[in-house]
């Protein structure tokens, strides 16, 4: 079982390298994640360090899934800056490395997730993921689906790649 862990910004750039590793193994395994192949290592460390800094101005709660010390994988809960949404996040970049995968990772990081959530006294959070890939994971730790937008990104090799939202509401 995975050691799931809120990295602060000191812990987050010292696993970027990590981070890192396993954001451009998932892109290049296809996971449509904002970024298209060619995608680079470079590419990679350079998003991480940009999630350093806004863990640091406290815009993003990093989340680690840790074995033997070592990131397998990670999520983001971006809480909503907006005046009218103090009660919402949203959930972004749920990876895990691929040799990690199945073993009940995402599971544990959704579970932090939601520690989180309730210890921040948020209320709602969204999500959305590529049609026909994470679905079961999120309908399995409560998550409602909201609706399908067909055509909404594009695969990392390309072609159009339908998007499905979540959301889960807590009491």
């Avoid at 895990?96 to 959704?110: A, F, M, T």
């Amino acid at each position: 079982m995975s050691d799931i862990r809120i990295l602060d910004a000191d812990e987050a750039r010292e696993r970027i390298p990590e981070l890192a590793l396993i954001l451009f193994d998932c892109v290049k395994s296809g996971a449509s994640v904002n970024f298209m192949n060619p995608f680079s290592m470079a590419e990679a460390i350079g998003f991480y360090a940009e999630i350093a800094e806004a863990v640091e101005r406290d815009e993003i709660v990093l989340f680690a899934a840790l074995e033997n010390e070592r990131t397998v994988g990670t999520c983001q809960l971006v809480p909503a800056k907006k005046p009218n949404q103090p009660h919402r996040a949203d959930l972004a970049k749920m990876l895990v490395l691929g040799s990690h995968r199945n073993q009940g990772i995402g599971k544990n990081l959704l579970d932090a997730v939601d520690q989180e959530v309730k210890r921040r006294g948020l209320k709602l959070v969204t999500l959305d993921t590529a049609l026909n890939t994470a679905e079961r994971l999120y309908e399995r730790a409560g998550y409602v689906r909201a609706g399908i937008i067909p055509n909404f990104a594009l695969w990392p090799d390309g072609g159009y790649c339908d998007t499905v939202y979540f959301y889960k509401w807590f009491e």
